[in-house]
């Protein structure tokens, strides 16, 4: 994430938590006591920054989630290993024996410091700045001008 932030690119995330409940802010505050009081939505607003909490009736698909996701040059997520999108898998052999994408179609390059062929592009885990070149050509982004950035008024 970092290193396409500083190639001037947007970057959003979607986490996907199988396991149900999670919470995003601190038990006691306030947004956290609206929650809890039975609020269906919870908005945490400030000049920098919005959070949302909402209850759903249903796992949302990838597809609907890219709604909550303004002007982002990518959306970068973990999980979702059953949607047919484009994947990078990072495998440890000692998490897993083998890959869990070995056959999935939508697998575009493996991250991985083992010696491993799956047909598809392979970058060691210190790669970092091979695969932003290669998400940044496989998805034809262009960074937009930093937001940073002032000019001199005279």
């Not at 938590?17 to 038990?27: A, L, T």
């Not at 991250?111 to 998400?135: K, N, Q, R, Y």
């Amino acid at each position: 994430i970092p290193e396409m932030i500083n190639r001037g690119l947007k970057v959003g995330t979607i986490k996907h938590d199988v396991h149900g409940r999670f919470e995003m802010d601190k038990p006691g505050k306030d947004s956290w006591r609206h929650k809890h009081a039975g609020a269906s939505t919870t908005v945490i607003s400030s000049p920098y920054r919005i959070g949302i909490v909402m209850d759903v009736k249903y796992d949302h698909s990838l597809d609907e989630l890219v709604s909550f996701f303004n002007d982002m040059d990518i959306i970068l997520t973990e999980g979702y290993k059953q949607d047919h999108k484009p994947k990078l898998e990072i495998f440890r052999p000692e998490i897993t024996k083998e890959p869990l994408c070995k056959n999935d179609k939508n697998l575009l390059a493996l991250i991985s410091d083992s010696t491993i062929d799956l047909g598809v592009p392979v970058f060691s885990t210190h790669d970092i700045m091979e695969v932003a070149d290669f998400l940044i050509a496989h998805f034809n982004l262009i960074p937009s001008l930093k937001s940073d950035h002032k000019e001199a008024v005279t």
